[in-house]
């Protein structure tokens, strides 16, 4: 017997709905593309000239894609540079990491060697957009990144504070803790400086460095860091 014409008529239904939810799914794949496309070079962009020499337009160029597309996925340029800042910190020591380390079997001082290596292994050994796009901030801050950074940059700090706290004898919420960890940080600080292509010159010379060279002042940092702490514990102690 042949089949009733409304199982035709269903067949054709079924074959257009199947179209239709692979069309959407292949636009949503495509929107997904062209937002990681953009915050791609966004990212390269600001890095290379910093967010204010950075224009829509130039993006769009890098990407290979139509203006509008800015506005479309992110609303704005500055919702665009929101998403770059929120890559940037995703990339450099994931939330997801610091809590493997605190949750490591292992002891306060190896846990913050951990730490120092995880940042050092990204901020000194890679030419990552993410870093460079990070220094800028450090060395001038955008309102966009304060903002930003309020809440998650505090959300990454205080599991770190925690360890050092545990190491130091003291409460996380006790102002000698983030006292330590600023003066623990600084000298990192003013390395990665150091790395960035206009400020090597000024700080000590050591930008280009090969990386056998690198690391030993990275490790002599470390040490110089510890010995710092380990001095202040000794001393609130007395």
Known sequence: PRPHPAFYF???????????????????????????????????????????????????RLAGVNLASVNYHFG??????????????????????????????????EKL??????????????????????IRELVNPSTIFMEYADHTIREKLNPVLAVLADYMGLPA????????????ISPFLIFLLSSHHQLGHLFYGLSGKEEKKLKEETDMIKTFVMAGVDRMVEEWKK
């Open 10 to 60: 269903s067949h054709i239904r079924f074959k257009e709905a199947s179209h239709g939810l692979q069309h959407k799914k292949s636009s949503r794949e495509d929107g997904e593309e062209t937002k990681e496309k953009l915050i791609e070079c966004a990212g390269r962009l600001i890095a290379a000239q910093g967010y204010d020499r950075t224009t829509s337009k130039e993006i769009c």
């Open 76 to 109: 704005s340029r500055e919702g665009l540079y929101r998403a770059v800042l929120e890559n940037v910190c995703e990339h450099i020591m994931p939330l997801p990491t610091i809590l493997g380390v605190v949750k490591a079997p292992l002891s306060a001082r």
């Open 113 to 134: 060697m951990k730490f120092m290596d995880m940042y050092i292994k990204e901020a000194f050994f890679s030419n990552s957009w993410q870093i460079q796009v990070s």
């Open 173 to 184: 919420t006790d102002r000698r803790v983030s006292q330590c960890f600023l003066a623990a």
